[in-house]
């Protein structure tokens, strides 16, 4: 997959297949859209093309919203090649392109940069300045300008019931297994272990404590979770603690796993880390020797959930 990181650096002699959104969490509703695109571009012999934005336009336009998302731009990527698409083009979002019109945008970008020979868009797609255009002036635009328009219709995309406010959601309340399920795929942290205070080491427990880079991914609710990674192409389990650890006086939010049955020095590596399950909530114990005893449990509970996976 190429991936250019402006409208105007992008360039082709071929016609493309085109889909736009910021396809936040390339969930299973996502997934249908970008099917259609790639089986699209390859009967009509045309390069698939996705057009998203970073930032969110959301984070631009309403200047309050402090809006967490399910990707990092990395993640997005990788997604987005797994499914086969030729081209992905991340446009910064700003007030200026905001300001565009629909036609503009039409004219200027989908004809005239992406050579567009058929869009295929969601059923609630907007566009243009102030979001004022829909599909059918879309369908007019295509008249005018000689594209296809194809919408995915409500029935379609409410088949599966998804929408990344829905994982949002469930993933602020811990479930993440019903994220999972809307995803199609484990939702997943990805960040630099770092050294903490060690004190997991002290009890028994010894922690890869994980730096994430990017302020706007979404973390899940504080609590105790079952999950795993890839260590040098070992599938690792362990228990993981997201939270400010109230015991020992916390107040920052730490990211913390005890892989099971592994001995290795991961500092300063960047490991990715998916979750599967959430135990319980995060929780104040009076001693040290009450939450080593929690962590006993925790670790019993969390190797019988994986012993029947």
Known sequence: ???????????????????????????LGHQKILEQVTQNAQQ???????????????????EDTEMKQLNTLNEKFDLLDNLGIDNLVVHPFDKEFSRLTAEEFVKQVLV??????????????????NRTANIDDLITFGETFGFEVEQIS????????ISSTKIRNALLEGNVELACD????????????????QLGRTIGYPTANIKIAESYKLI?????????????????????????RPTVDGTTQTIEINFFDFKADLYDKVI?????????????FES??????????????????????
Do not use: W
């Open 44 to 62: 009509l012999h045309c390069e698939s093309l996705v057009l998203t934005f970073f930032p969110h336009p959301r984070m631009v336009l309403q």
């Open 182 to 197: 809307y995803l199609g795929y484990p939702y997943s942290l990805t960040g630099i272990v770092s050294k903490g205070k």
């Open 112 to 129: 005239d940069i992406f050579k567009v020979k058929k869009i295929i868009i969601g059923y609630d797609h907007r566009f243009g300045r």
């Open 272 to 284: 990715t880390v998916s979750l599967m399950k959430r135990m319980r909530d995060e929780q104040k």
């Open 288 to 309: 040290i020797d009450a939450l080593k005893a929690q962590l006993g449990q925790d670790k019993i509970n969390a190797q019988d959930y994986i012993d029947k996976l």
């Open 154 to 161: 409500a029935e379609e995309i409410n088949e599966v019931s």
């Open 220 to 244: 899940p609710a504080n609590g105790v979770y079952v999950a795993k990674s890839v260590v040098d192409g070992t599938t690792v389990y362990g228990m993981m603690n997201i939270g400010t």
């Open 1 to 27: 997959m190429k991936i250019f990181h402006s409208i105007n650096s992008f360039s082709t002699n071929q016609q493309t297949v085109v889909t736009i959104g910021t396809f936040d969490g390339v969930h």
